[in-house]
C-alpha cells in the first residue's frame, strides 16, 4: 500500500484559503484516499473522501490529479476553529483491507 | 451520546498485566476497527472485523487479541502489557465497502509502567 507523505505542520491567517497536500507515489488501483480532521482529546472526524478528479462537499474540496499520485484537501476561508491536526488515508477493501495513515499536518490558524 | 464509545477513557497499568478496551456503537455498521495512534506515526491498524463471525489482524496485532462479542461491540486486549504498547488507542467503525470511511470513538489512552 502507497506510503503517504504531509508536511508536518502549516500556519494560516483567519479567511484564507489553506491547501494541505499530501504524497502517495505508488497507490494503487483499488485505492481510495480520505482525509480527517482531528481534534486535541477526539477521535479523528471525516472531511471528504474522492478516488479522482475532483470532489467538494460543505466544508472542503479535494483535488486529485490525473495519474493519483498526490491529493490536495483545500479549506476555503478558514477560521481559529480549524486548527487542528489534518490527517491523509489511502485505504483498500480488496486483497484484504489495508489502511495507511499520514504522520498528520498540524494547522495553525491565526487571528 | 457518542455513536462510537470507548471505554476506558484513561487507563495506567503496570507491566504483565491484562488490559481489555471496550467499544460499543450504535451505528448499525457492521465493520468494526482498532487503530493505535502514536506521536508523529498516524494511526496503524491493529485489527478488523466485517461482522460478528470475521476477524483479521492488521499491520501491528502482535501482543493485542480482539473479540467481536456482538455486532455492537469491538473489545481489544492486551494480554500481557508492555510499556512500548503506551499508546492512544481508537475504535471505528465503517457502514461502507469503500475503504476508507471511518467514524471514530473519542480514544483510550493506555499507560503501561
Known amino acids: 500500500l502507497a506510503k503517504t507523505t504531509q508536511p508536518i505542520s502549516m500556519d494560516s491567517y483567519e479567511g484564507q484559503e489553506v491547501n494541505i497536500t499530501c504524497s502517495h507515489n505508488n497507490i494503487a488501483t483499488n485505492d481510495y484516499i480520505t482525509w480527517y480532521q482531528q481534534f486535541p482529546s477526539q477521535g479523528p472526524r471525516f472531511i471528504i473522501q474522492g478516488y479522482k478528479t475532483k470532489v467538494t462537499n460543505e466544508v472542503a474540496s479535494l483535488f486529485i490529479p490525473a495519474d493519483r499520485k498526490s491529493s490536495t484537501l483545500s479549506l476555503p476561508r478558514v477560521s481559529l476553529s480549524d486548527t487542528a491536526v489534518y490527517y491523509c488515508?489511502?485505504?483498500?477493501?480488496?486483497?484484504?483491507?489495508?489502511?495507511?495513515f499520514g504522520a498528520g499536518t498540524r494547522l495553525f490558524v491565526k487571528a | 451520546d457518542a455513536d462510537v464509545t470507548q471505554t476506558p477513557r484513561n487507563r495506567i497499568t503496570k507491566t504483565g498485566k491484562r488490559i481489555m478496551l471496550e467499544c460499543s456503537q450504535t451505528k448499525g455498521h457492521d465493520r468494526m476497527y482498532w487503530y493505535r495512534q502514536d506521536p508523529g506515526l498516524g494511526l496503524r491498524l491493529i485489527y478488523y472485523?466485517?461482522?460478528?463471525?470475521?476477524?483479521n489482524k492488521g499491520e501491528i496485532s502482535d501482543g493485542y487479541s480482539v473479540s467481536r462479542q456482538a455486532q455492537a461491540k469491538f473489545s481489544l486486549s492486551l494480554e500481557s502489557a508492555i510499556p512500548n504498547q503506551t499508546a492512544l488507542y481508537f475504535c471505528a467503525t465503517s457502514g461502507t465497502e469503500v475503504a476508507g470511511e471511518l467514524f471514530f470513538g473519542e480514544g483510550s489512552r493506555l499507560t503501561v509502567l
Open positions: 472485523s466485517f461482522d460478528v463471525k470475521d476477524i
Open positions: 488515508l489511502v485505504a483498500r477493501n480488496t486483497g484484504g483491507f489495508k489502511t495507511i
